[in-house]
């Protein structure tokens, strides 16, 4: 089999197709998750905490010395990602459970009941006219 065949077949599977529409649809979500944090979520929340933000606290563990830079331990950048990261995986789990919750309503929603066969319905007129009879 030649490489360009076998790369064709590698590339045209459909778990690859699957894949990549999961990636691309994924980063869309990361938008909107994005901006649902950025946007609609940490604007109340900053008015709640009072505009706290970490990323300002640092531990300078050595000074700077001609053209060598300062050693700074920059904690307030880790407590800050960490506080973001929480508020990402909330609004993510919030979302996931709205879908599922909506999930759930339509399965559960009575389905109606099949349409009999044309058969089955035809011999029931047959029936009723025999009836009035």
Same mark, same amino acid.
């Given at each position: 089999?030649?490489?360009?065949?076998?790369?064709?077949?590698?590339?045209?599977?459909?778990?690859?197709?699957?894949?990549?529409?999961?990636?691309?649809? %994924?980063?869309?979500? %990361?938008?909107?998750?994005?901006?649902?944090? %950025?946007?609609?979520?940490?604007?109340?929340?900053?008015?709640?905490?009072?505009?706290?933000?970490?990323?300002?606290?640092?531990?300078?563990?050595?000074?700077?010395?001609?053209?060598?830079?300062?050693?700074?331990?920059?904690?307030?950048?880790?407590?800050?990602?960490?506080?973001?990261?929480?508020?990402?995986?909330?609004?993510?789990?919030?979302?996931?459970?709205?879908?599922?919750?909506?999930?759930?309503?339509?399965?559960?929603?009575?389905?109606?009941?099949?349409?009999?066969?044309?058969?089955?319905?035809?011999?029931?007129?047959?029936?009723?006219?025999?009836?009035?009879?």
């Amino acid at each position: 089999m030649g490489f360009m065949k076998e790369f064709k077949d590698f590339a045209v599977k459909g778990n690859m197709i699957d894949m990549a529409v999961g990636i691309i649809i %994924g980063a869309a979500f %990361g938008k909107v998750i994005a901006s649902l944090v %950025g946007d609609v979520l940490m604007p109340p929340l900053g008015l709640l905490v009072g505009s706290v933000n970490f990323t300002d606290l640092a531990l300078t563990l050595k000074e700077a010395a001609g053209d060598q830079p300062a050693v700074i331990l920059k904690y307030g950048a880790f407590i800050q990602t960490i506080f973001d990261f929480i508020i990402v995986a909330f609004a993510i789990f919030m979302m996931v459970k709205w879908i599922n919750k909506l999930k759930r309503q339509k399965e559960e929603a009575p389905a109606a009941p099949p349409a009999p066969p044309a058969q089955e319905v035809l011999l029931r007129e047959i029936r009723d006219i025999l009836k009035q009879r």
